[in-house]
Every structure is written in C-alpha cells, then in structure tokens.
C-alpha cells in the first residue's frame, strides 16, 4: 500500500517525535500507538494527505507531549501495518522540508501535568507551514571530488564504528553523487547529539550542511580510530 500525497497543502497534522529527525530521502520506521495518531494515520490514508514529522525541543515521558522545533520534514508513506493492541507499523521515507508558521494553540502541550484522559482527548498539532530548500544562489559548492573524499571519510567512520562500538547500520550500498542528496544520507547516518542533527536539517545551504559533516566526522574518526588501534594491540576486551 502506499500513500501518495499533496505536497502543496499549507496546512499539516504534525507528529512531534522526542528522538527522530527526518531527512528528505532517508527512511523512517514508526510504531504508532496514541490513538489521535492513529486515527490521524488512517485518515491520511483515506484523503491521500500527508503529514508532518518534527523533533521535539523538550519531551515529557508521562503525558507524552512535547514542544516542536520550528523545521520538520514530511514523511510519505510506504506501508502500514496493524498490530497487536490497535497500534500501527508505519514505513516511509522524508519528503520536502517545512517551517512551522502557526498552529492550533489547543493542541501544544500544557505548562503543568494533565491528565491521562486529556491528552487522550488533546487534538492533533496542526500547522501552517512554509516549505524549505536549499539556496540556489549560493557560491560554488563541492566538487564531485571533495564530495567524493568527503563519502569516503563518512564510510571509513562507519566501518570504525560498526567495530568499535558495535554499531548495527548496514553500510550503504552506494553513495549519491548530488551533494544535496549526499548532504541528507550523512546527516541521516551520523550518531551523535540531535540539537546539531536538527541543526543540519534547519540549513538552507548544501555548502554548510556539508561543511559541517565534514567537521563533525573529522572529529569523530580521532577517537574511533585510536581506539581501534589499541584495539589492534591489546584485543577488543578493553574496558
């Protein structure tokens, strides 16, 4: 099954996330279990609508409520699949980048503790958004050969990863050549804090998103790398 959408609409349903950021291209599993989220599923499936993905700038466990950042991206659905307890697996991958304009003050999360039944019945975030692009009027951005090294710090970062800290990620089979595209599958990829995954998300330059990548993988091979290293001498077994 899969969803098309209207991606002109100036108004969404947003689903504030408290551990997600969402790039255009890059694949998204989620499993819905609020029913005002669930019901929202189904009824974007019905009017083919989309709706909107954003992290959220704080979370609150118990009402599960939070504050959005102003940038999300939409999510288009692939596949969604009842499960047990009314739940719902959803799969799709990100679509254009928004700025939240206004909202339904209704739906943002109160200042103090509600109750169970309250956030059951709070409605779901509305938004009037502003869709996002990078510039096009930027000076000269990377070269095919800068992007190149650049993929191939990211890939080695990966690998070191993968064995230092016993990540799971399947290393991607192989790299875009847009640097736009290249920019989001980096950002989509790079562990880290999520204030600066937001952060690369909210820019509207390809040059600086990969600027930054750049410096943020450079940063992340030093320890990785040494730590191999002694890996390599000593055994893996090291505290």
């Keep these: 099954m899969t969803a098309t959408r209207r991606p002109h609409s100036p108004r969404l349903p947003i689903i504030p996330l408290p551990n997600v950021v969402l790039y255009p291209h ?8 609020e029913p005002r989220y ?24 118990v009402s599960l409520q939070g504050e959005p950042f102003e940038v999300g991206t939409l999510l288009v659905l692939e ?23 206004e909202t339904n003050e209704a739906a943002r999360p109160s200042k ?14 509305q938004a009037t958004v502003s869709w996002l692009q ?6 000269a951005g990377f070269t ?18 993968q064995r230092v800290c ?16 290249l920019s989001y599958l980096i950002a989509h990829y790079l562990r880290g804090s999520l204030v600066l995954k937001q952060q690369l998300l909210a820019l509207d330059s390809t040059h600086a998103r990969l600027s930054r990548e750049w410096d943020a ?23």
């Excluded at 103090?112 to 975030?125: F, H, K, M, Q, W």
């Excluded at 095919?144 to 080695?156: D, K, N």
């Design 79 to 101: 596949r969604w699949t009842p499960m047990e307890n009314r739940h719902w697996l959803v799969h799709g991958y990100g679509g254009k980048r928004f700025r939240l304009m």
């Design 166 to 181: 016993q990540y799971p990620e399947t290393l991607p089979e192989g790299l875009p050549t847009e640097p736009e595209t």
């Design 112 to 125: 103090g503790r509600s109750s169970a039944a309250a956030d059951e019945e709070r409605p779901v975030l």
């Design 217 to 239: 993988l450079r940063q992340m091979r030093e320890p990785l790398l040494a730590r191999a290293q002694i890996e390599d001498v000593f055994g893996p077994d090291l505290p």
């Design 144 to 161: 095919p050969a800068q992007c190149a090294a650049l993929g191939a710090l990211f890939l080695e970062v990966l690998r070191l990863s």
């Design 134 to 139: 990078d510039r096009s009027d930027e000076p």
């Design 26 to 33: 890059m694949p998204l599993t989620l499993c819905l279990s």
């Design 38 to 61: 669930c019901q929202l599923l189904q009824t974007c499936v019905e009017r083919q609508e989309p709706f909107g993905v954003v992290l959220c700038k704080t979370y609150d466990p």
